[in-house]
């Protein structure tokens, strides 16, 4: 006699079989699938194919629980949440957004928060920040502007917004008469820049800087200007700023 767990199944289990795979398929064909998923140290790798976010989910980039990048809906300033990409700076750097487009538009921010670099989507084209000036001088050194003071006055002057921590200043200089002298200086809102310059009667240049502009609110105008007094002799002492600009550290 055949052991009963040797014998052969009926005919009913292998239906009953068939069934029960047939539900399994049709489960896992109707199922949500990694709802929630771990990838551990081997990482994901894809081959030619793409990853799809959709129904405003947003991929998130994480060191701990600090977000790095996030890419997606994203929060907002003014609390909405739109399409967009930010890198964020690490908790113990500010924690701020160091990068970001939104709507379009692109932008660059330092550890205080301020756009220090974007692009223009008002007008479609070029950039909305940095502001890049292009200076002139006139070449006569006998139209350029002076000072028969005796004590310093200002003989060129400009205003500029703080976007940049130093200034260089490039002053050409003379007297239009033999044995008159005199000297310069750059100012800043009432603060000296660089040391005080000697002033003859000769063509000279005076490089200020880069020197470090004072402490202040990232954006405010600031008054420049370059002062001179004469200290010897009959003449006029004479400057001309010839190139100017901010710049980083």
């Known amino acids: 006699m055949i052991p009963s767990d040797q014998r052969p199944p009926g005919e009913d289990w292998l239906v009953r079989r068939l069934v029960d795979l047939e539900r399994q398929v049709r489960e896992l064909q109707a199922g949500r699938r990694l709802e929630a998923a771990t990838v551990g140290g081997g990482g994901l790798t894809i081959k030619g194919g793409t990853v799809t976010i959709r129904d405003d989910g947003a991929l998130i980039i994480k060191d701990g629980d600090q977000s790095l990048i996030w890419l997606g809906k994203v929060p907002f300033g003014d ?18 957004a160091a990068m970001s487009l939104f709507d379009g538009i692109w932008a660059v921010w330092d550890r205080g928060g301020n756009i220090v670099m974007s692009t ?18 006139g070449s006569d050194f006998t139209q350029w502007p002076g000072t028969t003071s005796g004590s310093f006055a200002s003989v060129c002057e400009t205003a500029v917004p703080r976007q940049q921590p ?84």
């Open 79 to 96: 609390g909405s949440t739109k399409p967009g990409l930010v890198a964020f700076r690490r908790t113990d750097d500010g924690g701020r």
């Open 120 to 137: 223009d989507e008002a007008s479609g084209q070029g950039i909305a920040r940095p502001w890049l000036p292009v200076t002139w001088a």
């Open 166 to 249: 130093q200034l260089f200043v490039r002053v050409r200089h003379t007297t239009d008469v033999s044995g008159t002298t005199g000297e310069l200086r750059l100012m800043c809102n009432g603060d000296q820049l660089g040391a005080t310059a000697s002033v003859g009667f000769v063509v000279n240049v005076t490089d200020f800087g880069p020197v470090p502009l004072p402490v202040g609110s990232f954006g405010e105008v600031l008054g420049l200007s370059v002062d001179c007094r004469r200290t010897a002799g009959t003449g006029v002492v004479r400057a001309m700023v010839t190139a100017s600009w901010t710049q980083q550290s």
